[in-house]
């Protein structure tokens, strides 16, 4: 199983990015995706879930209304529209698979972790 995470970058305040993770070598529709983030010095955190068929999201406080998850279960690959970035954003951002929504908005149960990519917002 690979999850490999893309789409970071160096943005200024108030920019947007997209980040996407692209699956292979299971059966994508069968997990709920999500997002996760460590900024240097922190622990990572959650920060998105998106259910298997896109029927549920839910978003850690700090990013509600600014970021938002989706997939695409054809091209088994999800996504995390991320505008009016701040530069407390700043942090690599993981994506991961687990078979259990509330599992993995809590962090744990994660079945697999893809590697990260960077997002560097400056002030």
């Known amino acids: 199983v690979q999850l490999q995470a893309s789409g970071g970058g160096l943005v200024q305040a108030g920019g947007s990015l997209r980040l996407s993770c692209a699956a292979s070598?299971?059966?994508?529709?069968?997990?709920?995706m999500g997002w996760f983030r460590q900024a240097p010095g922190k622990e990572r955190e959650f920060v998105a879930v998106?259910?298997?068929?896109?029927?549920?999201?839910y978003y850690t406080d700090s990013v509600k209304g600014r970021f938002t998850g989706s997939r695409d279960n054809a091209k088994n690959t999800v996504y995390l529209q991320m505008n009016s970035l701040k530069p407390e954003d700043t942090a690599v951002y993981y994506c991961?698979?687990?078979?259990?929504?509330?599992?993995?908005?809590?962090?744990?149960?994660?079945?697999?972790w893809g590697k990260g990519t960077q997002v560097t917002v400056s002030s």
């Open positions: 991961a698979a687990a078979t259990s929504y509330q599992r993995l908005a809590r962090g744990d149960g994660i079945d697999y």
């Open positions: 070598g299971l059966t994508f529709s069968n997990y709920d």
């Open positions: 998106i259910s298997r068929f896109s029927l549920n999201t």
